[in-house]
């Protein structure tokens, strides 16, 4: 979605007020703001693809470049770290789906039991360390 189509969406007699999520900063309706994520989503996720492709391809590309330095980590490891980004640095759910904590049984506490205190030790005086 580009900056016109967001100018005329939040422009659209449909699009809220001021008070409901019109951001003038952003300029436009805040409900149209997730629409830019899922196409940079996109973008990285077709980006990262093809690095991969052309790392695993072009021995050429497993290489390194006097400018930019080791180009596997530009053509794969830069944009799969800005797509982990754009998805807030979420890790992926692999494995067994965690149960959620409601389902969990709740732990007992004991009853009855105190705090151990700290004991107060007297102040003495510490010997100075002897000097040669």
Known sequence: MTVLETARRADSPSASSFDGGFDPEFGGDLRAAPDWRADLG?????????????????????????LIGWLPLWLVGMPALAWWALNRFRLPAWGEAQEPAAAQP???????????????????????????
């Not at 506490?109 to 151990?116: D, K, N, Y």
């Open 106 to 132: 709740a732990r007992r506490r004991r009853r009855g039991s105190i705090q151990a205190r700290r004991r107060n030790r007297p102040a003495a005086p510490r010997p100075l360390p002897r000097v040669a």
């Open 42 to 66: 996109t973008a990285l996720g077709y980006a990262t693809a093809v690095g991969a492709l052309l790392v695993l391809m072009l021995p050429a590309a497993r290489g390194s470049h006097a």
